[in-house]
């Protein structure tokens, strides 16, 4: 009988097109950045949506319905409930279906004009591509259901995924053996230091590619017909897993060999198959170790202490517990960035982007339905797991999906399409149909109704992408731009208001709007005030938002509540503006004392820097102040030994001794304490009993290199130059960076320098700054040079030092390079008016003037 349909017993081009759609997400999503960029989302849905329609092309084509498991109910419940977070609500459903929305409505968006309709979802555009992302899913685990159908299509598509594991662990082999720290030489992670460098930027997410890619790889190999077919795959499954132990990620190499081991555990029947597994995971961990044994031994030595593992993700689950709480619905898939803000009970460096556990993951952005979902995919799971007549390559799949499964309660691999869709495929090859499963299935449906579903589902997810293509970092991006241009405010605002409706939840966008009111003056500041009071709602610990209040209570005159406002964006993190704002801005003690940190760990730091602020009279006034408020504090001693030296800057001599005796008192055995102590008696003209007492610290500290520039310092103060110098090479070894032996050698050429051998000095002096190259050092250069009248390389040297200053500092430089090179000018041209010979002798009379004046000391250095 004639047909328009193929044989049964053979696959449809269309169904093969699917295989190979499927094939280039396997491949080309993990060399994509390892999936990370957000471009990724646009060709993750279309290749989705056409390997659907594929595979619903070649079912109809076949004759086949198509095979719906249980593990599709959960993509669909999840894309269903992405739509249903997306749902604006009126303000009184809103307050009871979730309370937290709407206060953050009422807070932060009505005094704003943005008083419509909101949806569940504090972060729309987040939730929106959450939606693309689990509609590409569905279609993805929808069509590789159906291409696995065919055992070649599985097996090709499972080699797939194997062989590009093993590409990339391969790749990130040939880097490391390059010396490359930068992928093919040219990409540079920005907020990434992998430890082997391939197209993941995050080695967690590295070894969580590679574990499940090198289990499926072993998996193949013991199903592979005859040794020559099974070399490739166990060649794949040794470079896999050597790229897990190298990307040094605790986590993946745990889990990694948790996943081989339940391998093992699951083909115990077959003793031979168990040997062969463990086997290669021996030789895995051989190889690995070999290759990053001190690497692995540092790694591992990180989570020894119970402070680290108080200090690791841990620490953070009651945070995000209580957030699920007060989020029965959850606050928005995807929102998890900009909404956790508003949680965290302590100053933070770095964003987290997601909780890092797939739990709580789930039962922050979705609520009680997320943990719903959860029971539903791990009941699905558990199906596959009863199945009979697996072999080793499905039970391959299931030990290493379920080993990815457990890292997800310390990672979030599976939020990045790469890690997702691998898994999603693999579990495809084991939900297939029964082999023996027809047309006439009861669980299975209409091919062209199916079709019809995709294409409508590609569709939304395309559409989703529109409104997700809006990000947190590109708001902040673009707003910020507008702020640091200092654009008109009108225009500013607009698109403010624009971009907080989209994410009302970022604190930073309502940052950036207060900085715009602050810059145009004391009119806009009680509107900053009002814009960071709602970033302080938004997250209670913004060091941003206080900056913002300083300076906008500064406007209004409030000076005692601003400095308030610094000293809290200082406790939230932000030191900096403490150090170059705040302290340059207090006029009197009150507002010193407003500043102060509470902690003691921070005072003697803020005592440095208004040390270096320069007002002698209010820093004295602060430490008498300071020095009674931690006086039980260990770092009291440190406040007396800076008013000591402050006292001695000022010649007060008695106040500096009693200073110091206080120093001694509270801490007798600290060689600052001696060290002080010599200073003071020095200043007082008691030069040699100070040298006795640093002399006579060589005993207690040897090889101490501050007592022995002290003892220098003070040595040639006193003449004693040659001294000076052995006690500086009895130190020589003990020096062990480069800003330590730039001071040696600073002493030494002042050593030389107090003896008039101005040669040698200038060796000495050219040798530390390049050591340590600074403006300072090079003008110091410059003047020997000057001094021995070689203004040639003394405008040169002027010339290093002022490549080191800003503009601003370059003008007396400038005219100093000036004189030098007149100079040298002057000196060519009486020497080529010379008759004969004379201009020659001239030359070379003003080139030993100075080694004449160095030896004319020497007879005073003989013994």
């Known amino acids: 009988m ?81 739509a249903l977070q997306l749902v604006p609500l009126p303000p009184g459903l809103l307050a009871v279906l979730s309370p937290e929305a709407a206060g953050l409505r009422d807070f932060v968006l009505v005094p704003l004009g943005l008083d419509g309709p909101r949806p569940l979802s504090m972060d729309p555009p987040a939730t929106w591509r959450e939606l693309a992302r689990h509609l590409a899913y ?109 990307s040094l990620s605790r986590g993946g190499i745990a889990f990694f060999v948790f996943g081989v081991l339940a391998f093992a555990l699951l083909l115990a029947r077959t003793w031979r198959r168990w040997g062969m597994v463990l086997l290669c995971l021996l030789a895995v961990l051989a190889v690995g170790g070999l290759l990053a044994s001190e690497h692995l031994a540092a790694e591992l030595e990180t989570a020894d202490s119970v402070e680290e593992l108080r200090q690791s993700k841990l620490q953070q689950w009651p945070e995000l517990a209580s957030v699920a709480r007060a989020h029965p619905l959850g606050l928005g898939r995807g929102a998890f960035e900009s909404v956790f803000p508003r949680y965290q009970t302590r100053p933070v460096i770095n964003t987290s982007t997601h909780p890092e556990n797939g739990v709580l993951q789930l039962a922050t952005e979705f609520g009680v339905p997320g943990l719903l979902l959860l029971a539903g995919m791990l009941w699905g799971f558990g199906q596959l797991l009863r199945r009979e007549g697996l072999g080793a390559a499905e039970w391959a799949v299931l030990a290493g999906v379920g080993a990815l499964g457990l890292h997800e309660l310390f990672d979030f691999s599976l939020e990045l399409p790469a890690s997702a869709v691998a898994a999603w495929v693999a579990l495809a090859s084991v939900a297939r149909p029964e082999d023996g499963q027809r047309a006439g299935a009861p669980r299975g449906h209409a091919p062209l109704r199916v079709l019809a579903v995709g294409v409508a589902l590609t569709g939304v997810a395309l559409v989703a992408l529109v409104p997700g293509w809006s990000t947190l970092d590109r708001a902040e991006a673009e707003l910020g731009a507008l702020v640091t241009t200092r654009a008109p405010l009108a225009e500013v605002r607009t698109r403010g208001l624009a971009l907080i409706d989209r994410h009302p939840a970022d604190h930073a966008l309502q940052d950036l709007m207060g900085l715009a009111h602050v810059n145009a003056g004391r009119a806009e500041a009680a509107e900053a005030l009002a814009f960071a009071n709602r970033a302080l709602f938004l997250n209670p610990v913004d060091a941003w938002a206080h900056r913002v209040a300083a300076r906008a209570l500064l406007s209004l005159g409030q000076r005692a509540q601003a400095f308030l406002e610094y000293r809290l964006a200082f406790d939230a993190g932000d030191h900096a503006l403490m150090w170059s704002e705040a302290l340059g801005r207090a006029r009197t003690l009150e507002e010193l004392r407003a500043l102060t940190p ?9 005592a440095s820097q208004l040390q270096r602020a320069g007002n002698r009279e209010m820093l004295l006034s602060w430490l008498a102040w300071a020095r009674e408020r931690f006086d039980a504090a260990p770092e009291a001693v440190r406040l ?27 801490a007798p055995d600290a060689l600052s304490s001696y060290l002080l102590r010599a200073d003071v008696l020095h200043a007082q003209g008691l030069g040699d009993e100070a040298l006795a007492v640093l002399e006579a610290l060589g005993p207690r500290f040897p090889g101490n290199v501050e007592r022995a520039f002290a003892l220098a310092r003070l040595q040639v103060a006193l003449g004693l130059t040659r001294r000076a110098r052995e006690s500086l090479q009895q130190v020589n070894p003990f020096v062990s960076n480069d800003s330590l032996r730039a001071q040696l050698y600073m002493l030494e050429g002042a050593s030389y320098e107090r003896e008039g051998l101005r040669a040698r000095a200038l060796e000495s002096w050219k040798s530390a700054v390049r050591m340590q190259p600074g403006g300072s050092l090079w003008f110091k250069v410059a003047r020997l040079h000057e001094s021995l ?11 290093e030092g002022l490549l080191l200053l800003p503009e601003e500092q370059r003008g007396e430089g400038e005219a100093w390079v000036a004189r030098l090179e007149a100079a040298e000018r002057q000196r060519v041209e009486a020497r080529s008016r010379s008759r004969g010979g004379s201009g020659a002798e001239e030359d070379l009379l003003l080139r030993a003037l100075g080694a004449e004046e160095d030896m004319g000391t020497l007879e005073g250095e003989a013994p």
Do not use: K, M
């Open 640 to 666: 007396w030994e800076l008013e000591a030296r402050v006292r001695l800057e000022r010649r007060e001599l008695a106040e500096a001794e009693a200073a110091s005796a206080e120093v001694s008192r509270r």
């Open 2 to 82: 004639s047909s328009a349909f193929p044989s049964r017993s053979r696959t449809s081009r269309y169904t093969l097109g699917a295989e190979a759609v499927l094939a280039v997400l396997l491949v080309g999503l993990p060399l994509s950045l390892g999936s990370a960029p957000l471009w990724v989302h646009g060709p993750l849905v279309v290749l989705a949506g056409l390997a659907c329609v594929l595979a619903c092309v070649g079912a109809w084509r076949q004759r086949r319905s198509l095979h719906l498991p249980v593990l599709a109910l959960p993509l669909g419940a999840g894309a269903l409930l992405c």
């Open 789 to 799: 009248h070689q203004f040639d390389a003394a405008a040169r040297a002027v010339r």
């Open 598 to 606: 509470d902690t003691a760990r921070h005072v003697v730091t803020f």
């Open 138 to 246: 569905l279609l993805t685990f929808v069509a590789a259901v159906q291409v696995c159908r065919s055992g070649r299509a599985r097996r090709r598509l499972l080699s797939t995924l194997a062989f590009t594991g093993a590409a990339i662990a391969v790749l990130g082999l040939v880097h490391a053996l390059l010396g490359l720290d930068t992928l093919f030489g040219v990409i540079a992670f920005v907020h990434a230091r992998p430890p082997l460098v391939t197209p993941f930027g995050n080695p967690n997410h590295l070894a969580a590619f590679l574990g499940l890619s090198a289990t499926v790889s072993l998996g193949l190999a013991l199903s592979s017909e005859g040794r020559t077919r099974a070399v490739p795959y166990v060649l794949a499954s040794l470079l896999g897993g050597t790229g897990v132990l190298l």
